[in-house]
């Protein structure tokens, strides 16, 4: 394992750590939202956010994993000092657009969700690093994905895709740790 490696992977257990410990929805809502930087929204099973969660605009990490989300506003965008998203385990088909003008975004999770395609405005999330997309039906990863300078692991795991896909991806990607299950040759 080289040490860049390593450094990442302190990197992710150190957000994790922080994150684990974000406050949960209950108690935000009795705090000034301009001090709550990590959020835990996860389990709430909201079909929709509420309009309260927008109060919250210096947040650095938010988890709305475990709902049953399928889409986000478009005034998503106000949450620009966000680093880290968690929106695994919901219902989205379609990739959520307004998350794609998250600049600093650095990490993202939409593991587990239903999603069929990436828009060729993930290229726009220019800081970020880790993206799983775990378990979910893509048949369409466009040409986006190609373009993020940062990114340093992708989870495709669970994900269908052929060998000529494969080796495309892998040659394309050389700087990032791909995390990608033996390719199905059916699909070529």
Known sequence: MSMRTIVFLC???????????GMKWEEALKQDPKNVISLDCSGQKWDSLPLEI???????????????LSQIPAHFNSFQAIEKLDLSRNKFEIFPLSVCTLSNLKILQLDRNKLTRLPEQIASLQALEYLDLYANTIEHFGEGIFTLPKLQKLNIEGTMYGTVFAKQ?????????VLIDPPCKCLD
Do not use: A
């Open 169 to 177: 991806l892998l040659s394309r990607l050389p700087n990032t740790k």
């Open 11 to 21: 990197y992710l257990w150190t957000f994790s750590l922080v994150f684990s410990q």
């Open 54 to 68: 927008f109060r919250f605009t210096n947040l650095k990490e938010l988890n709305l994993s475990k709902n049953k």
